[in-house]
DNA sequence: GTGAAAGCGCTAACAA
DNA sequence: TTGTTAGCGCTTTCAC
């Protein structure tokens, strides 16, 4: 609660009054102008010293008619990939004066809009959006209808509207083939989440490619489903509960790495004797388990770096085609990889 | 990036004309008040239909000398715990009609002063603060002599000067201590992070006080660090490699648990069959590991409602000294904590 | 019922 | 070099 006094903060002119000045020599003496009389200069600070004065930069921003602030929307906030990028952003931001508004959609076309529109109501300078879906979603479209400023950041390739900045999940995905097939797999199941849209697409055909590439008879089969988890631990539970043995598991997306580890836990399967497994997205849990699993890292403070270059390029009026980055994974080999069994396949387990 | 077209959005002016009527109407019209002819509610609908007309949130906060923005400070976005908190936070400010602006503290005091007096700058009409440390962090007196309106929430007991949300961590570590006397555990090991705050000491005190209330005679040895994690590893790993063998570990917060986990990894040791362990803050992988973690959920939920609650009550005008709310939590026992091993303690494993 | 006027806290053009 | 004036987009008296 706030305590007894009424705390009235000064204003400008409060300033004003007390150096013996106008609130434009005061404005000029807050912005470093140099035209103003040394002496008047010193009255102001102590002014501003003595009354503790801070300029609102919310009435600033709307005189000049251009908000220092940048809303970041997001599809969660729970997971350390997000949060972390929150944390990359928001230190970007206020490195170049200007204050981020994060928001969280939720998964939800519905939200995101909502959330779009409210940023457009505050005249942010600039969006990061990382859209709910892949590139079909609708939050492009309403940011280029309403002629907002942006970048697109994660689950994006390109657009033909904004600069975006992803992860480089086909070389990412390529790299994992080479080492599950490196270690003698030929069978693989890849698993995720999201629609067929190009980043899903990418990670699958990056790692088909390649695995492919190294050995035609290579035997890949995907579980693909909608943005829910659940239908695709269901899909997971009848493949395997259908006989179907790979040696290693593929996941696209952290939840689907939980989903597949949750789902070996039921059969009493373990890693990496019985199935391999590698998946998209690091998590710091995943380097202290037993055993430890291995991960595609994505570097979270480059496509944030990169995404707030762009950004703040495009703030300041840099025009030219829409840029498309993609920004190097690193792939995280722990024990949770090893080479097939050699022994029969595990049995069907604690299988239903 | 923008399109081509610069979108100047219609002010409130716009309408007015459009509507040919005053922007005083207008801004009637769309506050609800019933005092205008029907005629001019259609036709000022019409035109801010027609232009997509909608307020400036923030010059309308100006001009009413009150902003509907909730500023939130917390220690990190990465953590689930955190994550969530943010997202109760956002949604049940909305509810209300405001913004959440969230930052991060990064568990520095520093920056946490710093964010405060932006917030301050901002004019947010009230602001949650997870602090840095405990009750003996400076975050609470900047608010206080800044006159500002807050609530604080974690690792907070109780404040003089501002209502706190937390945790029920002293019943939750009863509970623990229960679980683990119950089961024949006569020697602990708990771990935490933290100053010698009141939190850290509820969470200490609720496990000691009901553990030796259940058996004068259990061993409870305590390690804990100030609030980096690396020297909290140090000292663990420094523990065992004396030779002492407790059977089983409590940590107060999430990343003692990992820091745990990973010195039974280096030594060998699986849960719960060569020791237990069970800490505070529940996690998604928890569930999924093998074997699963057991673990105190806070009700983060619960913590956000109530934190809301309070502070709006405040920002609405309530008077009275401030409150202290504890709220429940769970405690899941998972397949980490077991009884005490029978045969003999393990080694020293790999250790060093 | 309505609109002119004043002003939230600030800045930018201009005149002095 | 400085202060006056005129707003940014909005709300709120208060006359009419």
Redesign the interface.
């Known amino acids: 609660?706030?305590?007894g006094?009424?705390?009235k903060?000064p204003s400008i002119h409060d300033v004003a009054n007390h150096a013996g000045v106008s609130a434009a020599t005061v404005s000029k003496v807050m912005h470093g102008v140099s035209t103003v009389k040394p002496e008047n200069v010193q009255r102001v600070f102590e002014a501003v010293e003595r009354l503790g004065y801070?300029?609102?930069?919310?009435?600033s921003?709307?005189r000049r008619a251009k908000?220092r602030i940048i809303g970041a929307i997001l599809p969660?906030?729970?997971?350390?990939f997000?949060?972390?990028m929150?944390?990359h952003l928001?230190r970007l931001a206020e490195l170049r004066g200007y204050?981020?508004?994060?928001?969280?959609s939720?998964e939800s076309e519905e939200r995101e809009a909502e959330i779009l529109?409210?940023m457009?109501?505050?005249?942010v300078a600039g969006v990061v959006l990382a859209p709910v879906r892949d590139e079909h979603g609708r939050g492009g479209e309403l940011m280029?209808a309403?002629?907002?400023?942006?970048v697109m950041i994660d689950r994006v390739l390109s657009d033909e509207?904004?600069?975006t900045v992803s992860a480089d999940s086909m070389s990412a995905s390529a790299e994992v083939a080479r080492e599950l097939i490196g270690r003698g797999h030929r069978h693989v199941l890849v698993v995720g989440l999201g629609e067929q849209g190009a980043c899903v697409r990418a990670r699958l055909e990056g790692f088909r490619r390649t695995a492919e590439a190294l050995d035609p008879k290579v035997q890949i089969d995907v579980i693909l489903c909608e943005s829910d988890v659940e239908p695709l631990r269901a899909s997971i539970r009848d493949y395997f509960s259908r006989g179907e043995r790979p040696t290693a598991v593929f996941s696209l997306f952290l939840k689907g790495t939980?989903v597949a580890?949750?789902e070996f836990?039921r059969r009493g399967w373990?890693c990496p004797d019985d199935i391999s497994l590698v998946g998209f997205d690091d998590?710091?849990?995943?380097?202290?388990?037993?055993p430890t699993i291995a991960a595609v890292v994505q570097p979270v403070d480059q496509i944030a770096a990169q995404a707030m270059d762009m950004l703040f390029r495009?703030i300041d009026g840099?025009?030219?085609p829409?840029t498309a980055r993609l920004e190097r994974c690193q792939l995280l080999v722990r024990e949770s990889v090893g080479a097939p069994s050699s022994g029969p396949h595990p049995g069907g387990g604690a299988g239903q």
């Open positions: 609660m706030s305590s006094a009424v705390h903060r801070r300029a609102d930069p919310l009435a921003d709307l908000r969660e906030f729970e997971s350390e997000f949060g972390s929150v944390t928001e204050t981020l508004v994060a928001a969280s939720g529109r409210r457009q109501d505050w005249r280029q309403h002629g907002m400023t942006g509207s904004f600069d939980l580890l949750s836990r373990h998590a710091e849990w995943m380097s202290v388990t037993w495009r840099e025009t030219g829409p």
